[in-house]
Structures are given as structure tokens and as C-alpha cells.
């Protein structure tokens, strides 16, 4: 069921992206008086073979445009009369142009039209960040809560050099607001960052390695969280086999032990085997080490104290999430500051790909980790359907899809809009045999990333 919300969220989001990049170039084409002779959401053919397998799902047609739904669902399209793209090459364009024709009109208008696609998704984004900042405002935790008592190093925290209980007071030099500042875009991707740690009387600095970002990328590793008091929020019931699981040799789920030794939503943990704890990370440390072992834990229930006994699983987990007890800040923001806030996030999406990119070309990371294809997308919208989660990745796939566009490969928005830039500066245009070949080269460059970004997916899943 996991899998369904997934894809369904992709599926939604991807479809209202392409569909509103393409309406880009469409409302520029026909406000320049070109004709559109198809937008489709999806292809109706098997990309990238405008012959094979034409059909569509639906299709209507309205003046001198054919509206439709492809079966192959991935993109969509607008064809525009007179223009080479990938459902037209230049020997459907050997007679004289028609004046309603994308390749009779000015080169200026044509690019305005290639941009299209690229200004609408940016606006898509811009709008979608700043809706979110406005009615989300802002939750936090502030610098003075997290130094309240320090950090708990997880193990990629202890691999730079910090430890548990440490106050991160500055970040490359300056004052900071909060903890996802600690984790800004401009501090992991940035060069020579450093945190500013404060460690008993000691005052030190934390070189962050240029890698350290596709380290940070293993959602298996830990990196820092607050040390905090604790109560328990969920306790892990047992699952009940599923219809298919009754007739698979598949093993069954671990037995998790809080459940059946009676951990209730509330209870306060005092201490594991008689050592007495505070705080969540003690908990799991100590728990972590017992795993396979039987413990004994002492808890608080409403005043009355009580011990439980269990078998921590091998997996070193008894099965209960916590709740933390840490003051989380809100600030509410204005229509104006909300504008302001909200842009400037949408427009970091595009400045942190440029810094991605470069950290490959590097070989500070590698394309492997920082390359995700649609199964990737789809695990980071998540199992569940939250409309807030939904519209925030909505908004940065679109500002990452006009980034990607505007990339100069021929096929993309960019290359086109490359060969247009140099006929506006030598006044002649490029052949549309020159054209043409562009347009297979750069199909044969999207087809390959799509294919190593669909394998590197796959690839990951499973290993």
C-alpha cells in the first residue's frame, strides 16, 4: 500500500508539473500566433519514437490544437508546427515555412517560447514556497535550547570530530539561529565550513570534510540531535500477517518486547538494568548494548514507579518512538516576509544544484548518491499522504526540473534556447540538418542518464 501512495504522489505531482511546463510554451506560442498542434500530458507514443505505438487515452481537439493523455506516462509534450523536436525532424519541415509556423517567427519570439516552460515552472515554485512559508510560518529549535544541553554526536557527527555534549556556538565564524542552520545547504555544500564548538573549557574548530554531504546522504547514518528528556510516545504493537504472507515462506517480522512487557504512551524511563537515565540517547546506548540480552526497566507512570522486564531483540530495539521533551519555537511570518523568505528558498533549490553539480565534477561526491531517478523521488515523497510534505517536494522538483531544462543539452529548453542565442548574434540561424542532429544527440544523452539514474535506483533499493 506504501508503494501505491508513493507512486501516486510522484504520479500527481510530476503530472502538474509537466502539464503547467508545458503550458509555458504553449501560452507564449499562441500569444506569437504559432500554431499548437498537440499538447498531451504523456506521451501517445513510445518515446522517444514518434511512430511506434501511436494511440492516446483520450484526445480532443479545439480549433487547431489536439488535447490529450498519452498512454506512455512519462513528461508530456506540446507540438508546435514547424519547429524540430522529438515528435518532429527537419524532412517533415522541407517546404517553405507558413507564417503561422514556429520557425517563420522572429528568433526573440521563438525563445521566449523555448523559455516558456522554464519561467512557468519557476513561478510554480516561487508561488508553492511561498504559500507554504506563509501558512506554516516557522517551528524550530533555537540555538539556546539545543546548547541548553548540548548535542548527541551520531556516528557521522563523531566521524568530524564532535562528541556528545558538545555546544555548537558559531558556524564558519558567525552567530547562527537555529538547528537546521547547522544543516544549511550553504555549510554542507559551501567550501572550508566549520562549526564552532564549545566542549567543557575548551573552545574548538570542527573542520566539515568537502564529502561530507554524501556521507550525510545515507539515510542509515546519524549525524547530530539534541540531548533531551523523553516520555514515550508509541509503543510498536505486533503486526498481524498480511493475506499474502500466509502463503509466502517469507520470514516473519522480529518480535518487538515493549509491547507484550506492558510499555504504555507516557511512560517515563528512569533507568535500564538500575543505571539511572535522563535523556533519550542514554536510553538507546544502553539498550543498544544489551541487544539478544534481557533487561529490566524502570519507568514512571503517572508518579508510581515500576519495573518491566523484556529480551532486547538482536537487532539491539525493544520497540517504542519516543516523544521529546525540548521547547520547539514558532514565529508566524507576513504576506511580505513570507515573499521574501519564500523566494529565496525556491531560487536556493537552483543554487544548491549548481553547488551539487560542481561538488561531482569535483569528485567531492559522486554521482551514485547524488542522482536520484523516479523510484528515488518517490521514496522521499514517503509512504503516507501528507499534502504539506506533497506540496513542499512539489515546489522544489519544480524549481529543480527548470534548472534541468535550462541546461544547455540539445533536446532540453536550454540547447534550443543556445542555437536561438547565436542567431540572434550572427543573424543566421543554424541549419535544420545541424538541428535535427542536436536533437538526437541530446536525446541519446537523456536517454542514457534516465537509464543510469533508473538503475542506480534500482541498484539502491536492493542493495
Not at 487547431?64 to 522529438?86: C, H, N, R
Not at 508510581?304 to 521529546?324: H, K, N, R, W
Not at 522544489?396 to 534541468?404: Q, V
Request: aromatic fraction near 12%.
Amino acid at each position: 500500500m506504501e508503494g501505491l501512495v508513493m507512486a501516486g504522489q510522484l504520479i500527481l505531482g510530476l503530472s502538474i508539473l509537466v502539464t503547467l511546463h508545458e503550458f509555458g510554451h504553449f501560452i507564449t506560442a499562441k500569444w506569437f500566433k504559432m500554431r499548437v498542434e498537440k499538447f498531451y500530458l504523456f506521451f501517445d507514443f513510445m518515446f522517444p519514437i514518434p511512430t511506434l505505438l501511436n494511440f492516446a487515452l483520450f484526445k480532443k481537439k479545439v480549433g487547431d490544437t489536439e488535447y490529450g493523455l498519452g498512454w506512455f506516462p512519462l513528461g508530456g509534450y506540446v507540438s508546435i508546427a514547424g519547429m524540430i523536436d522529438e515528435t518532429q525532424d527537419a524532412a517533415t519541415l522541407a517546404k517553405e515555412p507558413e507564417p503561422w509556423e514556429f520557425r517563420a517567427k522572429p528568433a526573440w519570439q521563438r525563445l521566449i517560447v523555448m523559455l516558456g516552460g522554464v519561467i512557468v515552472n519557476i513561478i510554480t515554485g516561487v508561488v508553492i514556497f511561498v504559500c507554504l512559508t506563509y501558512s506554516n510560518g516557522n517551528n524550530f529549535i533555537s540555538k539556546e535550547e539545543l546548547n541548553k544541553n548540548g548535542i548527541v554526536a551520531l556516528d557521522l557527527g563523531k566521524q568530524i570530530g564532535l562528541r556528545t555534549g558538545d555546544k555548537i556556538i558559531r558556524v564558519n565564524g558567525a552567530d547562527y539561529k537555529q538547528l537546521s542552520d547547522l544543516r544549511a545547504s550553504d555549510v554542507l555544500l559551501g567550501e572550508n565550513s566549520s562549526y564552532t564548538v564549545q566542549r567543557g573549557d575548551q573552545t574548538l574548530e570542527i573542520k566539515i570534510p568537502s564529502n561530507f554531504i554524501e556521507k550525510l546522504s545515507d539515510k542509515k547514518a546519524g549525524f547530530i540531535e539534541p540531548i533531551a528528556p523523553f516520555k514515550v510516545a508509541e509503543v510498536a504493537a505486533p503486526e498481524e500477517p498480511g493475506f499474502f504472507d500466509k502463503f509466502s515462506a517469507s520470514k516473519p517480522a522480529e518480535l518487538l518486547p515493549a509491547y507484550a512487557a506492558g510499555l504504555k504512551k507516557g511512560d517515563v524511563i528512569t533507568s535500564v538494568n538500575a543505571s539511572p537515565v535522563h535523556f533519550y540517547h542514554e536510553v538507546k546506548e544502553l539498550i543498544t548494548k544489551e541487544a539478544g540480552k534481557p533487561i529490566r526497566l524502570g519507568i514512571l507512570r503517572g508518579g508510581v514507579a515500576d519495573t518491566l522486564s523484556m529480551e532486547v531483540t538482536a537487532s539491539g530495539q525493544i520497540g517504542f518512538i519516543p516523544e521529546m521533551l525540548i521547547q520547539v519555537s514558532h514565529e508566524d511570518y507576513s504576506f511580505a516576509e513570507a515573499a521574501s523568505i519564500g523566494t529565496g528558498r525556491a531560487f536556493s533549490v537552483i543554487s544548491d544544484n549548481i553547488k551539487g553539480f560542481k561538488k561531482i565534477a569535483s569528485g567531492d561526491v559522486s554521482a551514485s548518491k547524488a542522482l536520484s531517478g523516479p523510484i528515488g523521488i518517490a521514496q522521499m515523497f514517503g509512504g503516507v499522504w501528507d499534502w504539506n510534505r506533497f506540496w513542499m517536494l512539489t515546489g522544489l522538483l519544480s524549481m529543480a526540473l527548470a534548472f534541468m531544462n535550462i541546461l544547455p543539452i540539445p533536446a532540453l529548453d536550454g540547447g534550443h534556447a543556445i542555437f536561438l542565442l547565436y542567431e540572434m548574434i550572427t543573424g543566421k540561424p543554424a541549419s535544420e540538418k545541424v538541428l535535427e542532429k542536436a536533437q538526437q544527440v541530446g536525446m541519446l544523452i537523456l536517454l542514457a542518464l534516465m537509464a543510469y539514474t533508473f538503475g542506480n535506483d534500482i541498484f539502491k533499493a536492493f542493495f
